[in-house]
């Protein structure tokens, strides 16, 4: 469990730096998962399914960063763009078209946890096709692996997160929407607008113990989202962490017999 410390995130340009070394640390334990894959379980060079999850994995990690980025050229609640000068563009269009990319960045955070799914049942079980919540499962149900220390991460990953991010997502798409809120204040001197858009009440709801504490003006859309991605880097670095011990403890090929090997320095 992740509880959002607002002081964590007030500084947007540090966290976003740092959240950025971490999604890039992600990539590089991709990497060393691909090559350990090779040299320790599939002993050749052609995975081209392998391959292919792997950079549908990358795609969709690289997608909830792009959506998140759109939403801050709109503009950064609490920062210099959340002021504008007062024009005809709605409060409403504004927070509107924010709700919009939120909305696309969960899709995109469900669609990468089910990529990450299939990566791992690919490695651990030859199945191509695994959507999170079969993995998830599996952690629970699956003699001999349930007892790993990689279930146990995907456990706990599934029950305080990816779960409520799937609950909120069916929800979003066959039930009902759960429009963002927002606040506005005038400078008519300066011919100014600030806009405050606040996270949607029902994806706050799902994580209130994470939110504790925190008051409806303290969930603004930006410090949400921001600490989503944090969470979301978290999660999948220990999982991927994970995926690499379980992969040197249950190798097929015998130390010093890989395809490719690597000289000690």
């Not at 959340?82 to 669609?111: C, H, T, Y």
């Not at 779960?163 to 506005?184: A, C, P």
């Amino acid at each position: 469990m992740n509880f959002l410390d607002k002081n964590k995130y007030q500084n947007q340009n540090k966290t976003y730096k740092r959240i950025i070394l971490d999604k890039n640390r992600i990539d590089g334990l991709v990497v060393t998962i691909s090559s350990d894959y090779i040299r320790k379980i599939s002993g050749t060079l052609k995975n081209d399914d392998f391959y292919e999850l792997r950079n549908s994995m990358a795609i969709r990690l690289e997608s909830i960063y792009f959506h998140y980025e759109l939403l801050l050229q709109l503009h950064t609640p609490g920062q210099d763009k959340g002021i504008r000068e007062i024009g005809p563009r709605s409060v409403m269009e504004v927070s509107l078209k924010q709700q919009f990319l939120f909305d696309s960045i969960i899709f995109n955070a469900i669609s990468f946890f089910d990529y990450l799914s299939c990566f791992i049942s690919f490695i651990l079980f030859k199945t191509k096709k695994s959507q999170w919540q079969s993995i998830a499962n599996y952690s629970r149900s699956k003699v001999d692996f349930n007892k790993t220390d990689l279930a146990k991460v995907i456990d706990k990953s599934d029950r305080w997160l990816v779960s409520k991010l799937n609950q909120y997502r069916s929800e979003l798409i066959h039930y009902s929407s759960d429009n963002v809120g927002f606040s506005t204040s005038f400078d008519f001197k300066k011919g100014q607008e600030k806009i405050k858009v606040y996270a949607p009440p029902s994806f706050t709801k799902k994580f209130k113990k994470e939110f504790r504490n925190l008051e409806k003006n303290d969930l603004d859309l930006n410090i949400v989202l921001i600490w989503l991605l944090d969470t979301i880097n978290h999660e999948t670095i220990q999982i991927l962490s994970k995926i690499e011990s379980y992969i040197e403890t249950n190798r097929i090929i015998e130390n010093g017999k890989e395809i490719i090997k690597f000289r000690n320095k």
